[in-house]
């Protein structure tokens, strides 16, 4: 039987096996014929799912944005009520799929191994604790506020708490499904969920910008205040009444409320690596692995690599990088909020990160001239997995690299007389350097067949047995032959590329992970040194930073995930 109308049909094939439409799959029985192998097939309805998923967060995006801007004209918490109904239809699909589709023979005909790594599912499992915590906070809190808080507000943490529980034990434990039956019902229910953590995402931004915006406007306005002795307008007065719902006296509220806006960047993280994962699952529907398609052993980061593989450097000084951070985080934390000692806040974040990314420059540089060197094949043939880990890599940079643009810009109109204009413009443009230079090191070394070099060695070992066999016939023939030369390019210079290869990827992982702390637990100095407020304007500016920031930090953790796929792999 033909695709639907208008569907675009996409077959990947290698001769030796079987090819069956997706029809077929569903129990018609008729087989077509044997010549290609089909090991993907995007039809219709994978194109008629992904538009009823981006109909969805098109619809719930302009809630949000409506919330957002104009809070008046939603008085009865539209995007709160339709997002408790995308978690509601993603809880039935999910019990639907957990307690009954799966359990049917035939459902799960494959696994993509590729999908939900063990260092990804980790930090899911991570972020997911961290998250069900701030919900048994807000709990708490919006309890003890009831009284000034909408009730779908109140009630929202009791229907996202069995949502993230429920998608967090789907995405450990079948994220590496390829399903085969029930496929329409299954793509929409995946898009639903996807389109519910996107949304949630939006939603947790577009709020952590309003509170920060609250508060940089009341501290504004104390300025003023503070600096003059004009009369309040009203516009003020009314500024400073924006806050209708504030902790009183209460000690416990005010815990509550710290631990809210601590854990809040988990939240938002979870949610964006949960809708990459939910992607593979919904790319991987009807998808059929070729029988020759085994997962890569030694998937598992174990201390046994750092031990057996002589790995010292990296580790050692990426340990420093770590702790260094965590002491210039913590005083920055501590001087950033008072008035005289903001500048030498400033002044140690910008120097940390002015040694930190000039060394993470020269190791990618330096992995890249060894990728050169090494020469492995690359990896061929169709993986969603990796081409989701690419899309990710660059997509989540280009929030980082746009606002280290717009700051570049800001820095550069400003002034760079000044010192702090002099150190955001060198942070800018170092940022834009080290992030073009990690990116090209990660993505070719994920193209990289892991186990090509122990084929090679494989292949030597065998030729110089052949030779050895050669003259020993020889010798017993009483003929004299020169001792096989060893090849050039043997286990010892493999041996060096590997393991500068792992020191390289272990001090990265240490620097990014300390470069996705510090902006994760709310350093934000783009926000409060005023260079891009004062040339962008305040709207503006808190536009860029809103959507740059969140995407760098997710760049950071997920450059942590693929380089400890090339620790592994090297």
């Given amino acids: 039987m033909d695709s639907e109308p208008g569907a675009k049909t996409t077959l990947d094939t290698v001769p030796g096996s079987q090819h069956q439409s997706e029809e077929d799959e569903e129990g018609s029985g008729n087989h077509t014929e044997p010549e290609p192998v089909v090991l993907w097939i995007t039809s219709g309805r994978h194109l008629t799912s992904g538009l009823f998923g981006l109909n969805i967060v098109l619809l719930g995006a302009a809630l949000v944005a409506g919330q957002a801007f104009n809070p008046q004209g939603l008085a009865h918490q539209e995007p709160q009520i339709f997002m408790l109904l995308l978690m509601g239809f993603s809880l039935v699909w999910m019990l639907w799929y957990l307690l009954w589709a799966r359990r049917k023979p035939g459902v799960i005909l494959h696994k993509d191994h590729h999908a939900g790594g063990i260092t990804v599912t980790v930090v899911l499992m991570l972020f997911a604790a961290f998250s069900l915590l701030l919900h048994i906070i807000k709990i708490g809190y919006y309890f003890m506020m009831k009284d000034c808080q909408p009730a779908v507000n109140v009630f929202a943490p009791f229907i996202e708490v069995p949502f ?19 496929k329409i019902i299954t793509r929409s229910g995946l898009m639903v969920i996807l389109s519910a953590d996107l949304l949630l995402w939006l939603n947790a931004v577009t709020e952590d910008s309003i509170h920060l915006e609250i508060e940089m406007e009341k501290e504004e306005n104390e300025n003023l205040n503070n600096s003059s002795d004009t009369v309040k307008t009203p516009e003020s007065a009314g500024l400073v009444n924006q806050t209708l719902c504030e902790c009183s006296a209460d000690k416990m509220c005010l815990i509550l409320r710290k631990g809210y806006e601590v854990l809040y960047p988990f939240n938002m993280e979870y949610y964006l690596m949960a809708g990459c994962m939910l992607y593979v699952m919904w790319k991987n529907v009807g998808r059929r692995i070729a029988p020759g398609a085994v997962p890569h052993q030694a998937q598992k980061l174990t201390l046994r690599i750092v031990r057996q593989g002589g790995i010292l450097f990296g580790p050692l000084f990426g340990a420093l990088v770590l ?55 690359k990896e061929t043939g169709h993986n969603p997995t990796r081409s989701l880990d690419v899309t990710l890599l660059v997509g989540a940079g280009l929030g980082k690299l746009t606002l280290s643009y717009f700051s570049l810009v800001a820095a550069l109109a400003v002034g760079p007389s000044e010192y702090l204009g ?14 073009l230079l990690q990116n090209v090191f990660i993505i070719e070394g994920l193209h990289r067949h892991p186990s090509l070099a122990k084929a090679k060695r494989k292949v030597r070992k065998d030729m110089d047995k052949m030779k050895e066999i050669q003259g020993m016939v020889l010798l017993d023939r009483g003929e004299t032959s020169a001792p096989p030369d060893k090849p050039a390019g043997d286990d010892g210079t493999t041996t060096w590329y590997k393991t500068a290869t792992q020191e390289i990827c272990a001090f990265l992982i240490f620097s990014n992970i300390m470069l996705w702390i510090i902006p994760a637990f709310g350093a934000h100095p783009q926000f409060e040194n005023g260079l891009g407020k004062e040339f962008f304007g305040f709207s503006a500016w808190f536009v860029l930073v809103n959507l740059g920031q969140p995407l760098g930090v997710f760049y950071r953790m997920h450059s942590v995930g693929a380089l400890m796929e090339l620790l592994i792999t090297a």
């Fill in 164 to 182: 993230l529980g429920l998608q967090t034990y789907l995405l450990w434990a079948h994220s590496k499904d390829c399903i085969h039956k029930h």
């Fill in 422 to 435: 002099r150190l955001d413009l060198s942070y800018s443009v170092l940022c834009l350097i080290e992030l």
């Fill in 323 to 377: 702790i260094a951070g965590v002491v210039v985080f913590i005083l920055y934390q501590f001087w950033v909020n008072h008035r005289q000692q903001r500048p030498m806040a400033f002044l140690l974040f910008y120097c940390y990160h002015l040694v930190v990314m000039p060394i993470m420059s020269l190791c990618s540089l330096a992995g890249m001239l060894i990728q050169k060197l090494e020469r492995r094949a």
